[in-house]
């Protein structure tokens, strides 16, 4: 069981440049979200999903956009990268929204370096 | 709005050390307590969590209390292993949410 996958592990982007971060699960979960670790900050919620079709943005949405087109695949896209954006970016899934029943399964985690 | 205070590190204990790490709240109504565990070059996952006061929730002889009186939910361990050196978050979901909040993370180090 893959649980969470996400790619590239490692890049290295220019400032202005485009990527996208790829993020996959296999559990059939409905819930999905992108965050993003800052060292001494913990984490910040980017965007999230509650189901195919359905995005909204979290605390720290700007520079950022995402899709949801099906439950599996939820991809992080940065436009115009910026040094801000560097930061090691962790996507994540859940079964549930119920409060206290929400427990989140981790992806391995995207480091990510804009010079 | 809500959210979790963690002490900060970082935290160097020598093997079979007692661990503490503190976290405290700020939350209207009753939040579900979290704390979530990261070994290097892996993701977070869940290390036990509290759905309400006075529950303990314990895993891998990690344990902690949600103190509604004292707002706290402190992780607590009285025999730390090499294995356990990782970054510790504390973390809660409001009472009318489902969205996590995370706190700082405090990095542990056990020396053998």
């Known amino acids: 069981n893959a649980g969470v996958t996400q790619t590239p592990k490692f890049r290295i982007l220019k400032i202005g440049q485009s990527m996208t971060l790829q993020c996959t699960q296999d559990m059939n979960h409905n819930y999905m979200y992108w965050y993003r670790q800052d060292p001494g900050m913990g984490l910040k919620l980017i965007y999230y999903?509650?189901?195919?079709?359905?995005?909204d943005k979290g605390e720290v949405p700007n520079g950022y956009n995402v899709s949801r087109s099906t439950t599996e695949d939820f991809p992080l896209r940065l436009e115009l990268a910026a040094p801000s954006q560097t930061s090691v970016y962790f996507c994540?899934?859940?079964?549930?929204?119920?409060?206290?029943?929400?427990?989140?399964?981790f992806g391995a985690g995207s480091r990510l370096t804009v010079l | 709005g809500d959210s979790v205070t963690q002490m900060e590190g970082p935290v160097t204990l020598s093997e079979e050390a007692f661990l503490t790490i503190n976290c405290t709240y700020t939350a209207t109504g009753y939040p579900s307590l979290f704390w979530y565990v990261q070994y290097p070059g892996e993701g977070l996952q869940l290390l036990l969590k509290?759905?309400?006061?006075?529950d303990k929730g314990s895993n891998k002889g990690f344990e902690a209390t949600y103190r509604k009186e004292t707002t706290s939910f402190h992780l607590e361990k009285g025999s730390v292993q090499v294995s356990d050196s990782a970054v510790y978050f504390c973390a809660l979901i409001p009472s009318n949410d489902y969205k996590l909040s995370f706190g700082a993370g405090t990095t542990v180090t056990v020396r053998a």
């Open positions: 999903s509650v189901g195919a079709g359905i995005t």
């Open positions: 994540a899934s859940s079964y549930s929204g119920r409060t206290g029943a929400n427990v989140l399964t």
């Open positions: 509290a759905t309400k006061a006075d």
